[in-house]
């Protein structure tokens, strides 16, 4: 029976809401800034010129798609999905303004093999960071485990590289910001897959999903649209 | 709306009986927002204390590149986990790490007026009191942020407690162009970020593990949790989960 609000103290009840994991696109979107910046930083392609052209992707999917991911996630219950989307959010964010700042001439940055220690130590501490919420994940996805624990060894060998001006540990540093990407995309795609397949991709613990659902209601009620 | 209203019993609209209506309270459980923000004035306030007590870079060469992710990882991303907190019931947090969110963005504002050319940011050895004022209020609702995390635990609780006086060192630094006040503030600052980054990963630890992984650092008998806190491996929270469905019902790594 309900309660009234004079009749005492009210009922209380917790309800959960289901969603979809906020880290599809979380994954979808750190890996794309990592492959486009990851890439250039090794040396792979193009010249000191080209972050003018890809400084809006990183700025808007990395930075603000991902940060849209991050604070979904504290409503999905990630808290590994809110601080390493939102970690990583800002820092696309804040490299996105970097470049823009120099497309514009109001600054100038180094070359990409040069010192360049600002960077060198944000990259410090978005290591310390990562592997943090890489041991967090460690306790229920491997998956997600490896591709923070790699993109935290990506960024310490980009501190070093930025820090003594390195082309070689630049190149290192580079390539393993792309394989980070390439286990985040495993990791994203396994979560979407697993969910509209309904069955796991990857080990996980918990078992087979069987989600609460009315599929004749709206989006929301049901599973999907 | 109107077919809710036809269809309730006199009953059912008045269980009580008094003429008010019925009332049930709705918790929902959300991800811990606190790490977010710590983690963002963790790494904010280590790349920026280091670089004014002079361990790397120039005075007017490293600015221009800093700014920009400390105004978006120790201001927007902190601001954000700290309007999160309000939904996880969190005074400390809703308060504190908005305030400090809020400040990094505005050091990012003028560090942008500054590489446009609008305006010169002086030396440290110059007294910049329009800056220093900032760290009044910051000092003071940080030390009262420390008197209300005596609590919850230690680890907080020595964030904003050093938080809280190195914003006062650093307030009289800046008033009066003094670096030795700057620096001892700066340090304070550097222990503070520290304490953060422990705070922000036992929280984390702790909900992704189900299980106590860092010590929480709790005063028995001062402090809202257990002694079990303490102790790694100890469970401290018992989640209502449906382990089959999907996030948000569950909690997920």
Not at chain 1, 42 to 65: H, I, R, Y
Not at chain 1, 121 to 146: E, K, N
Request: aromatic fraction near 14%; charge should be positive; charged fraction near 10%.
């Amino acid at each position: 029976m309900q309660s009234s609000i004079r009749s005492g103290r009210p009922e209380a009840r917790i309800v959960l809401q289901p969603l979809a994991a906020p880290s599809v696109l979380g994954y979808f979107a750190l890996a794309s800034a990592l492959i486009v910046y990851g890439s250039w930083f090794a040396g792979g392609w193009g010249t000191e010129k080209d972050p003018s052209s890809f400084f809006p992707f990183l700025l808007l999917f990395g930075g603000v798609g991902q940060l849209g991911a991050a604070l979904w996630s504290y409503r999905a219950r990630s808290a590994v999905g809110a601080a390493l989307h939102g970690s990583w959010a800002a820092f696309w964010m804040g490299l996105g303004v970097i470049y823009l700042l120099v497309t514009t001439k109001t600054i100038t940055v180094p070359p990409r093999d040069a010192h360049w220690g600002s960077l060198g130590q944000w990259m410090i501490y978005m290591s310390v960071i990562t592997f943090t919420t890489a041991f967090a994940d460690l306790a229920r996805d491997r998956v997600g485990f490896l591709a923070q624990a790699v993109l935290g060894a990506a960024a310490a060998c980009a501190a070093v590289a930025l820090l003594l001006g390195s082309s070689g540990w630049e190149e290192v540093a580079g390539w393993l910001f792309v394989a980070a990407a390439a286990v985040a995309i495993f990791a994203g795609t396994a979560l979407m897959m697993g969910a509209i397949y309904g069955r796991a991709f990857i080990p996980q613990r918990g078992g087979k999903a069987d989600p609460v659902a009315y599929e004749h209601g709206d989006p929301g009620v049901k599973v999907g649209q | 709306m109107a077919q809710i209203e036809r269809h309730a019993t006199p009953r059912e609209a008045d269980p009580g009986g008094d003429g008010t209506p019925p009332a049930r309270i709705h918790l929902a459980p959300i991800a811990p927002p606190a790490t977010l923000g710590l983690f963002g004035f963790f790494a904010s306030t280590m790349v920026v204390s280091t670089w004014l007590l002079g361990w790397w870079g120039t005075a007017t060469g490293s600015p221009p590149t800093m700014f920009e992710i400390a105004a978006f990882f120790g201001g927007v991303a902190q601001f954000a986990a700290g309007l999160w907190c309000i939904r996880a019931r969190d005074y400390i947090g809703s308060a504190l790490l908005t305030m400090w969110g809020t400040y990094w963005m505005a050091w990012g504002f003028i560090q942008a007026l500054a590489a446009a050319h609008v305006i010169t940011v002086p030396p440290l050895t110059t007294p910049q009191q329009g800056f220093a004022v900032w760290f009044i209020p910051l000092a003071l609702f940080t030390s009262l942020g420390a008197v209300a995390a005596l609590r919850e635990n230690l680890p907080l609780f020595t964030v904003l407690a050093t938080v809280g006086a190195g914003s006062a060192f650093v307030c009289g630094g800046f008033w009066g162009g003094d670096t030795t006040w700057i620096k001892v503030g700066a340090w304070l600052f550097v222990i503070g970020a520290c304490a953060a980054w422990y705070t922000g990963a036992m929280v984390l630890f702790e909900y992704s593990w189900g299980r106590v992984v860092l010590p929480f650092g709790v005063i028995p008998g001062l402090m809202k949790l257990s002694r079990a806190a303490n102790r790694p491996g100890a469970r401290i929270s018992a989640p209502v989960e449906y382990g089959l469905g999907q996030p948000g019902a569950r909690r997920v790594p």
